[in-house]
């Protein structure tokens, strides 16, 4: 089965080591991974300021760069969510359209290939710790990824899971509505950082760096230690 990674910036930019956990997760589950080097933003976070533009030009260079990949997989349900949002966009465009819509139906965040494609739970990981799981609003509400990663985590000897209460409320990153929407978005990663301390997790793990870095930050200027963790780390993990 061949397979395109789809980095995602902020993995490339600021956790480099979940393209590599992912890389070798496919290949252990017998994937051929490639890279195309022309991949870019998703354009993600311009579309949502307005930018539609400009964001399509981004987009376009996404829909060139994995024309020729049978499988397009990434580390990020919130990335992955807006290549399945590119063939409304790119409605009654025909230049585009044919070919937005193809890498929309072959894109995948990577729990969801490996549990519905695929058609595996178990990894062959082992990891040792009290984990609780972060599910983040873009993989659940807009891509639709609710159980996979569970399924995957669940079937790891070693891990203790701990359900998150109130799992389904936002964090407060939401891309730029952490920027623009501060002091809510404050409070958000307050709530979100106080239920993660209720459970005595030792781990906290989720499938978007995005919230990921915003929990961690949150939670470290609290002074908890709680350590954050993106679900590839735990599924690559092979003691």
Known sequence: MKVSLFITCLCD??????????????ERVGCNVDFPELQTCCGQPAYNSGYVKEAKQSMKQMIRAFKDSDY????????????KEYPNLFKGDKEWEEDAKELADKSYEL??????????????????????????????????????????????????FIE????????????????KNAAISEEMVKEKSQHVTETKAEYLVGGDMGCLMNIGGRMQREGKKVEVVHITEILNTTD
């Open 13 to 26: 930019i600021f956790s480099a080591n979940v393209g590599k956990d992912t890389v070798e997760i496919l």
């Open 72 to 83: 397009v997989v990434g580390p990020s349900g919130s990335c992955v969510g807006m290549l």
């Open 111 to 160: 729990t969801q290939f490996l549990v519905d494609v695929v058609g595996i739970v178990d990894v062959g990981s082992t990891f040792n710790g009290r984990i609780t799981y972060h599910p983040s609003c873009h993989m659940t509400r807009i891509l639709g990824v609710n159980d996979a990663p569970i399924l995957l985590l669940k079937q790891i000897e070693g891990i203790e």
């Open 164 to 179: 998150l209460p109130v799992k389904e409320d936002c964090c407060g990153f939401g891309g730029t509505f952490s920027v």
